[in-house]
Every structure is written in structure tokens, then in C-alpha cells.
């Protein structure tokens, strides 16, 4: 399978403090996605990068993508309780029709 | 737009009954996934339909599961016979084709005992 992996699998943050999540994959990729995931809720899309971009904003979000390690990373600044949820990487192979999702990574922002 | 759509939210049922996901897309999606979470192997795709036509369903885990896309707006999901390690939750998803952004439902969450 060639599964995304995010790293670490849980973090415990104050509020107000930044939370850095990583991904690793194994091929080339078209883009990368970054989904959150609240409890007992479905998949919501936060961001893409595309192969070709480094770098991303989208509010609080900060996403970089480094091709050559086949790595990203997913920065979320100056935390909020309402942060609290997974974070999933997904990689995309095939032109979006086929997402490949990692483990995830568990945040919990303490107020 | 009420989003995904996906009924019922939560399924009980017996070792070798029917069961059968019900999930309605974004009205102008013309793709739609099937996906499967579980704590040990994550979220997997199952299977993938455009333009209501199964394109790849090479993750299906066997040929207890069936999908099925009747229409734009309807897609199913059936096991027969259901079995205890197919207890998940299973997500729909639907995106359209200048997006490559996929849009989730609820999910249903399935327990067979």
C-alpha cells in the first residue's frame, strides 16, 4: 500500500501554542491533501499542495511539501480548543480519484 | 447544499444478515467513493465510481461486498452475509472533476455481532 505516514500519532498542546504534524509517502505524487477529522464526524478538507508548490497558506494552516523527501508537514498556528480532532495527510497518485490516507495524527488543544 | 449524504448513521446487525449503505452525493458530483475506517487499518478506499460507472474497486475485501451507482444521485453499499470484522465505520465521499477536493458524508457506522 502506499500509505501516507503521519508522525506524531497523538499530540497534547496548550492552547495558544502551535501544532506541527507530519507526513511521509513513499511515490511521486500529483498533490497532497490535508484532511481534519472531528470525532464521530466525516473527513473535511483543510488544504492542497501541489507536487510542483513548497509552500501553502490558508489562514492558520501552514503547509509545506518537500518532494525531494518525500515528505509535508502540517503547521497549525496559535492553537485553539476548537483544533482538537485527527489530521490526516492523503496523497494523491492519480489525478484525485484515488486518495491514499495516513494513520493520522490526534490533536488535543487543552484550553 | 445539505452535503454527503449518508443513511442510517448507525447499523447494528447479526453475523450473516444483509446490510445495505445508503449514501446520496453533492447534487453536480460525478465522482463518488466508498471508504472503510477501522482502528487497525485506517481509512481504505473500496471502491471509486465516475459518471455513476465502478472505475476501480480494488480495495473491495471480497466478493461479500457489492456497490452499486443506479443514478447520479444514489450509490449502495451491500455485504451479504455480513461478518463481525466488518464492523467499521463506512464514509462516502464525492468531488467533482475540477476539484480535487473530496467532500465527506457523516458516515454509517456499522457493528456486526
Known amino acids: 500500500s502506499q500509505q501516507g505516514e503521519e508522525d506524531p500519532q497523538a499530540l497534547s498542546i496548550q492552547e495558544g501554542e502551535n501544532a506541527t504534524m507530519n507526513c511521509s509517502y513513499k511515490?511521486?505524487?500529483?498533490?497532497l491533501q490535508w484532511y481534519r477529522q472531528n470525532s464521530g464526524r466525516g473527513l473535511v478538507h483543510l488544504i492542497l499542495?501541489?507536487?510542483?508548490?513548497r509552500e501553502k497558506h490558508s489562514g492558520r494552516l501552514r503547509v509545506t511539501l518537500d518532494t525531494s523527501k518525500k515528505s509535508s508537514s502540517l503547521l497549525i498556528t496559535a492553537s485553539r480548543a476548537a483544533d482538537t480532532a485527527s489530521y490526516f495527510c492523503?496523497?494523491?497518485?492519480?489525478?484525485?480519484?484515488?486518495?491514499?490516507f495516513g494513520g493520522g495524527t490526534r490533536l488535543m488543544v487543552k484550553p | 447544499d445539505a452535503g454527503v449524504i449518508q443513511s442510517p448513521r448507525h447499523e447494528v446487525t447479526e453475523m450473516g444478515q444483509e446490510v445495505t449503505l445508503r449514501c446520496k452525493p453533492i447534487?453536480?458530483?460525478?465522482?463518488l467513493f466508498w471508504y472503510r475506517q477501522t482502528m487497525m487499518r485506517g481509512l481504505e478506499l473500496l471502491i471509486y465510481?465516475?459518471?455513476?460507472?465502478?472505475?476501480?474497486d480494488s480495495g473491495m475485501p471480497e466478493d461479500r461486498f457489492s456497490a452499486k451507482m443506479p443514478n447520479a444521485s444514489f450509490s449502495t453499499l451491500k455485504i451479504q452475509p455480513s461478518e463481525p470484522r466488518d464492523s467499521a465505520v463506512y464514509f462516502c465521499?464525492?468531488?467533482?472533476?475540477?476539484?480535487?477536493?473530496?467532500?465527506f458524508g457523516p458516515g454509517t457506522r456499522l457493528t456486526v455481532l
Open positions: 492523503a496523497t494523491d497518485y492519480n489525478a484525485g480519484n484515488m486518495l491514499t
Open positions: 465510481f465516475n459518471n455513476n460507472v465502478p472505475i476501480d
Open positions: 511515490t511521486s505524487i500529483n498533490n
Open positions: 465521499a464525492s468531488r467533482r472533476t475540477s476539484y480535487n477536493e473530496q467532500f
Open positions: 499542495i501541489r507536487s510542483n508548490e
Open positions: 447534487s453536480g458530483h460525478d465522482y
